[in-house]
């Protein structure tokens, strides 16, 4: 570590200097904060538009107010799609074009033999939808749900998990 040494002896004063360098410090910033006031000027008004100051030292514009509303401006409004939850009942033998029409199309799709398993996701959880054909040849049709956390081992419902999908996919459009 290299260390200065002073050959002439004399130690600087450090009890005088630092407290004068602190006090000018801060004069320089008063006087730099006085600089940046002035006279107050009015919301709305610009460099061109300053005013007149009356004997109460209020700034009063000469130029009436400009800002107005068109004439066919309307308010916007925000509104939430309304949530209607679908009971897990009834999808129980619909088709998978029904099913695709109720609730949207699945994250994955995977096939087992003649099942098929969509899979659909909310942040909370998964909903596995199973479909399965009737008979020999004919379309599948859903036959068995299933729902479960996605993080953790806390129980769900099917019913519970599928109105989190529904909002999900209405919020994506």
């Known amino acids: 570590m290299l260390r200065m040494v002073d050959l002439t002896g004399n130690t600087p004063r450090t009890d ?9 410090l801060m004069a320089a910033m008063a006087m730099g904060l006085v600089a940046c006031g002035g ?3 009015p919301p709305g008004s610009t460099n061109a538009n300053y005013g007149q100051l009356d004997a109460q030292g209020n700034v009063t514009t000469t130029q009436p107010d ?4 068109p004439e066919n401006s309307r308010t916007t409004r925000t509104t939430s799609i309304p949530f209607k939850p679908i009971p897990n009942a ?3 033998g619909l088709s998978e074009q029904e099913v695709e029409g109720k609730i949207g199309k ?3 799709i995977r096939g087992e ?8 996701r909310s ?3 998964s909903f596995d939808a199973f479909f399965a054909p009737a008979t020999e040849g004919a379309p599948r049709e859903l036959r068995h ?14 019913q519970d998990c599928l109105d989190q999908v529904v909002k999900k996919h209405l919020a994506q459009g």
């Open 123 to 125: 942040d909370l959880c």
């Open 145 to 158: 749900m299933l729902a479960r956390m996605r993080r953790g081992n806390q129980p769900i419902t099917v």
């Open 16 to 24: 005088i200097t630092r407290p004068f360098g602190v006090i000018l």
């Open 106 to 108: 699945p994250e994955m």
């Open 39 to 41: 006279a107050s000027v």
């Open 113 to 120: 033999g003649d099942i098929r398993v969509w899979q659909y």
């Open 90 to 92: 009834t999808l129980k």
């Open 66 to 69: 400009t800002r107005q509303k």
